[in-house]
């Protein structure tokens, strides 16, 4: 059997708040069956906020943040994220910023550092039993 395919939207809110963008989005006949939050403080945010209106998490609507942040592990259910490698990230600026103070030329053109994330999984996205 094969899923449905994925409908993404971008729900963008203000001073009404996501309760209300929700809402709307609802209204409008979309039901998401995940969000992926900017980052893990918005998801913490958006968990309340659905736990407010009655929705159960990850059973109703799987959440995942971005960043690893401590408050990942402290709500209910645990945030799934993606953790940024810090470490890595650090060595590479690091490296890249000695290059440039060691150099004879005034500018050096940019460079791009790819660095890999990793998927960290808990208890905020539904899983289908694996056989």
Known sequence: ????????????YGEE?????????????DRPTALFC??????VHVISELHRLGYKVP?????IGYGDFAAAL????????IRLPGEDMGIAAFRLLLERMNSTRRQLPPQRVMVVPKLIERESVFRLAQD
């Open 1 to 12: 059997m094969l899923a449905a395919p994925a409908r993404v939207h971008e729900i963008q």
């Open 59 to 63: 059973q109703d609507i799987s959440i």
């Open 17 to 29: 708040g996501f309760a209300t963008a929700f809402k709307t989005l609802l209204q409008q006949g």
């Open 74 to 81: 402290q709500i209910s259910p645990p945030l799934t994220t």
């Open 38 to 43: 900017s980052h893990d403080g918005l998801a």
